[in-house]
Antibody, heavy 119, light 107 residues
Framework: QLQLQESGSGLVKPSQTLSLTCAVS??????????WSWIRQPPGKGLEWIGY???????YYNPSLKSRVTISVDRSKNQFSLKLSSVTAADTAVYYC???????????WGQGTMVTVSS | AIQMTQSPSSLSASVGDRVTITCRAS??????LGWYQQKPGKAPKLLIY???SLQSGVPSRFSGSGSGTDFTLTISSLQPEDFATYYC?????????FGQGTRLEIK
């Protein structure tokens, strides 16, 4: 059974770069039909899709964040990562990684990691 | 980006009630819509995909319908574990967009 686990810094200073990693276990990040996404949820608010990456390295980012987002994949470690630059308090949120299977949806989610932007 | 609008934003109901939540897309999305359930402090869980297909392991009291711009999620007989927040998600195109959520509370 596929499992995802986020890790990274829980506290980031304003203007710095948020960095998170999602470890994939129970399956290969190169599995056909899957893309790998980051989704965030500010406290008490709804869900915002940040972007995805395929095992090939191709990406698509939400235009609202595109200038600040980089998603990368490390097939040797079976993980993918998120970098969000120039953060502000508005980037404070629970960040989830999730797998998206074609025709199905976001079927597997990590447990989420809270990131707070504060000096 | 396609805007997804859910209604109502919150709903109070009792165990055993039949409940319907609606989701409207700002443009046609065929049947490329999913429904997710989120409980406090937990990640969302996929309930329905392709507008009306039940995800494996999800109880049959959950059902979805719709196509184009208007969609519904129905819970036929509410159980205590169903009190949560529900989100629709369009996966017709990118960027993926969620509805704002419907909070289902115990009356």
């Amino acid at each position: 059974q596929l499992q995802l686990q986020e890790s990274g810094s829980g506290l980031v200073k304003p203007s710095q770069t948020l960095s998170l990693t999602c470890a994939v276990s129970g399956g290969s990040i190169s599995s056909g039909g899957y893309s790998w996404s980051w989704i965030r949820q500010p406290p008490g608010k709804g869900l915002e899709w940040i972007g995805y990456i395929y095992h090939s390295g191709s990406t698509y980012y939400n235009p609202s964040l595109k200038s600040r987002v980089t998603i990368s994949v490390d097939r040797s470690k079976n993980q993918f990562s998120l970098k969000l630059s120039s953060v502000t308090a508005a980037d404070t949120a629970v960040y989830y990684c999730a797998s998206y299977y074609v025709g199905l949806g976001f079927d597997i989610w990590g447990q989420g990691t809270m990131v707070t932007v504060s000096s | 980006a396609i805007q997804m609008t859910q209604s109502p934003s919150s709903l109070s109901a009792s165990v055993g009630d039949r409940v319907t939540i609606t989701c409207r897309a700002s443009q046609g999305i065929r049947n490329d819509l999913g429904w997710y359930q989120q409980k406090p402090g937990k990640a969302p869980k996929l309930l329905i995909y392709a507008a009306s297909s039940l995800q494996s392991g999800v109880p049959s009291r959950f059902s979805g319908s719709g196509s184009g711009t208007d969609f519904t999620l129905t819970i036929s007989s509410l159980q205590p574990e169903d009190f949560a927040t529900y989100y629709c998600l369009q996966d017709y195109n990118y960027p993926r967009t969620f509805g704002q959520g419907t909070r289902l509370e115990i009356k």
